[in-house]
């Protein structure tokens, strides 16, 4: 059974008692009970005990094990009705160092009624001093949430003493079984293609009489479907999970079908050697955030602070929506960028009891502002974006740009061409591994070999992946193509090793 009280002082414990007692929470009183068999130097220990196993006693539902079938249907599982949070006077009340807007004190108010909220705050708009004001403003303990180490380490800088903050994985890590944490490269380290090529054995197939996969992919196949498993609230591994990935976007059914049981039964097994801690295959960072959220965890917070949560993990936003506690969600639903990782969008998908507002940007002016309404209004928001007018901003062409976004590997590569043609030396910001391994690609297809790449699975030449981009399923790999018919692999691949 994990400590979540294991940071608390006795006094803490004492307070959690009064607040379970009282809320007839047998889940917290259990984890009470547990974390006091830890503090028998304590004389005041036995009596606390006492106490909490009257509680206990006196719970109108029979306690269930917390860590123990997760089978058991979604809606048994959830908490069917949350009483409002009751919020208590900070002990020592800090004023802010600024005046809060209208929004922000809309916020604050929606906060101190105890029910859940979301915050929708645009780019810019305060959304961590608007934090900072909730957190300042109650007596009550938090958890601070975000995926970013960097942005959780300037949070706790930001944030008073009654907030932990952490990022989910820190929590999920300090609660895994001790048995992983004997060679902690069970937990950190990832598991790759090759390496299980060489421990199962794995050698090149076909599916049907077409589709020809080497090795490597099939061992990427096998750690994809784990990580849409491990990535999603789903209890077990299924055909939800399997990926269709290259040729397979045009396969027949039959196929499809076949792919799916493959990679199934390689999944399950692998996913078996992972969770054994005698195993050396690694568990890996998604494979000990699952087991997390299959346990079923408490956090011990009264409250707890979501940032970013507009790219919330799937399986931090499952167990955030088991909690107790009071839940604040907070992001901007237009700036999602953790998709590719399996993130879902929770400014759009939850719920809450309240929602409020942060629109006014403290980084630009009315330009941009008025701008980016209009761009938002096509997506269908209704409220303005409004611009600090403190500061004015301009919009217009820039002849020699400095810097260039790209969204896809396509247009990324373009950009590094053009930037050489012109006379430039560019540098590319970010991880180039996945570029040249599509372009290796290219050149294991034009030598009719079957490539590890996943963009090209099942192909068996680049005349394939030409002819599919030409189709409805192969749309997303035209620009790519056409860059590569254009320019050639070699100089492309030249182009991204330039110093």
């Given at each position: 059974?994990?400590?979540?009280?294991?940071?608390?002082?006795?006094?803490?414990?004492?307070?959690?008692?009064?607040?379970?007692?009282?809320?007839?929470?047998?889940?917290?009183?259990?984890?009470?009970?547990?974390?006091?068999?830890?503090?028998?130097?304590?004389?005041?220990?036995?009596?606390?005990?006492?106490?909490?196993?009257?509680?206990?006693?006196?719970?109108?539902?029979?306690?269930?094990?917390?860590?123990?079938?997760?089978?058991?249907s979604t809606s048994a599982r959830r908490p069917t009705s949350k009483a409002a949070t009751v919020h208590t006077r900070p002990g020592s009340r800090k004023k802010p160092k600024?005046?809060?807007?209208?929004?922000?004190?809309?916020?604050?108010?929606?906060?101190?009624?105890?029910?859940?909220?979301?915050?929708?705050?645009?780019?810019?708009?305060?959304?961590?001093?608007?934090?900072?004001?909730?957190?300042?403003?109650?007596?009550?303990?938090?958890?601070y949430l975000a995926f970013n180490k960097s942005i959780v380490a300037d949070a706790g800088e930001k944030f008073p003493d009654t907030v932990n903050c952490s990022t989910s994985?820190?929590?999920?890590?300090?609660?895994?079984?001790?048995?992983?944490?004997?060679?902690?490269?069970?937990?950190?380290?990832?598991?790759?293609?090759?390496?299980?090529?060489?421990?199962?054995?794995?050698?090149?197939?076909?599916?049907?009489?077409?589709?020809?996969?080497?090795?490597?992919?099939?061992?990427?196949?096998?750690?994809?479907?784990?990580?849409?498993?491990?990535?999603?609230?789903?209890?077990?591994?299924?055909?939800?999970?399997?990926?269709?990935?290259?040729?397979?976007?045009?396969?027949?059914?039959?196929?499809?079908?076949?792919?799916?049981?493959?990679?199934?039964?390689?999944?399950?097994?692998?996913?078996?050697?992972?969770?054994?801690?005698?195993?050396?295959?690694?568990?890996?960072?998604?494979?000990?955030?699952?087991?997390?959220?299959?346990?079923?965890?408490?956090?011990?917070?009264?409250?707890?602070?979501?940032?970013?949560?507009?790219?919330?993990?799937?399986?931090?936003?499952?167990?955030?929506?088991?909690?107790?506690?009071?839940?604040?969600?907070?992001?901007?639903?237009?700036?999602?960028?953790?998709?590719?990782?399996?993130?879902?969008?929770?400014?759009?998908?939850?719920?809450?009891?309240?929602?409020?507002?942060?629109?006014?940007?403290?980084?630009?002016?009315?330009?941009?502002?008025?701008?980016?309404?209009?761009?938002?209004?096509?997506?269908?928001?209704?409220?303005?974006?409004?611009?600090?007018?403190?500061?004015?901003?301009?919009?217009?062409?820039?002849?020699?740009?400095?810097?260039?976004?790209?969204?896809?590997?396509?247009?990324?590569?373009?950009?590094?061409?053009?930037?050489?043609?012109?006379?430039?030396?560019?540098?590319?910001?970010?991880?180039?591994?996945?570029?040249?391994?599509?372009?290796?690609?290219?050149?294991?297809?034009?030598?009719?070999?079957?490539?590890?790449?996943?963009?090209?699975?099942?192909?068996?030449?680049?005349?394939?992946?030409?002819?599919?981009?030409?189709?409805?399923?192969?749309?997303?790999?035209?620009?790519?193509?056409?860059?590569?018919?254009?320019?050639?692999?070699?100089?492309?691949?030249?182009?991204?090793?330039?110093?």
């Amino acid at each position: 059974m994990q400590r979540p009280f294991i940071s608390k002082s006795f006094a803490e414990l004492e307070e959690v008692f009064k607040k379970a007692a009282r809320d007839r929470d047998a889940e917290y009183l259990k984890l009470l009970d547990h974390e006091l068999s830890f503090r028998n130097k304590n004389q005041k220990t036995p009596d606390l005990r006492k106490k909490v196993a009257s509680a206990l006693a006196k719970a109108p539902l029979k306690q269930q094990d917390l860590f123990g079938d997760a089978k058991q249907s979604t809606s048994a599982r959830r908490p069917t009705s949350k009483a409002a949070t009751v919020h208590t006077r900070p002990g020592s009340r800090k004023k802010p160092k600024f005046k809060p807007t209208d929004e922000q004190s809309a916020a604050l108010d929606a906060f101190l009624k105890g029910k859940s909220l979301k915050i929708n705050a645009f780019a810019g708009s305060g959304k961590t001093s608007t934090l900072q004001l909730l957190a300042n403003a109650t007596g009550l303990r938090g958890q601070y949430l975000a995926f970013n180490k960097s942005i959780v380490a300037d949070a706790g800088e930001k944030f008073p003493d009654t907030v932990n903050c952490s990022t989910s994985h820190s929590l999920a890590f300090r609660a895994a079984p001790a048995g992983y944490k004997q060679d902690i490269g069970k937990l950190t380290n990832r598991c790759t293609a090759k390496q299980l090529v060489e421990v199962l054995d794995i050698k090149r197939r076909r599916f049907g009489d077409k589709y020809a996969v080497t090795p490597d992919s099939q061992g990427y196949l096998y750690l994809e479907t784990i990580r849409r498993y491990t990535q999603s609230a789903d209890d077990e591994i299924g055909p939800q999970h399997v990926p269709t990935l290259g040729a397979l976007r045009a396969a027949p059914e039959d196929i499809l079908q076949e792919v799916s049981s493959f990679a199934l039964d390689g999944a399950l097994q692998v996913w078996g050697r992972m969770l054994s801690e005698r195993d050396p295959l690694p568990l890996g960072h998604d494979g000990y955030l699952k087991l997390w959220g299959l346990s079923r965890p408490i956090i011990a917070a009264d409250y707890i602070m979501l940032d970013e949560a507009q790219d919330t993990n799937p399986v931090v936003l499952d167990i955030l929506q088991r909690q107790r506690g009071q839940l604040i969600y907070v992001g901007d639903r237009y700036q999602q960028i953790y998709e590719w990782r399996g993130a879902v969008n929770a400014m759009e998908a939850i719920e809450t009891d309240a929602r409020t507002f942060l629109t006014t940007s403290f980084r630009f002016g009315n330009a941009i502002a008025d701008l980016a309404t209009k761009m938002l209004v096509k997506l269908g928001e209704s409220q303005p974006v409004r611009g600090n007018p403190n500061i004015v901003s301009r919009i217009g062409a820039v002849n020699n740009p400095a810097a260039v976004l790209a969204r896809t590997n396509a247009t990324t590569i373009s950009a590094v061409i053009e930037a050489l043609d012109a006379g430039h030396k560019p540098h590319l910001v970010g991880d180039k591994s996945e570029l040249m391994d599509m372009l290796r690609g290219v050149q294991a297809l034009k030598e009719n070999e079957p490539s590890t790449c996943p963009a090209f699975f099942g192909f068996k030449s680049w005349n394939e992946v030409v002819e599919f981009a030409r189709t409805d399923e192969g749309a997303h790999l035209v620009m790519f193509v056409n860059l590569v018919e254009k320019r050639g692999e070699k100089q492309l691949m030249w182009a991204l090793n330039r110093p």
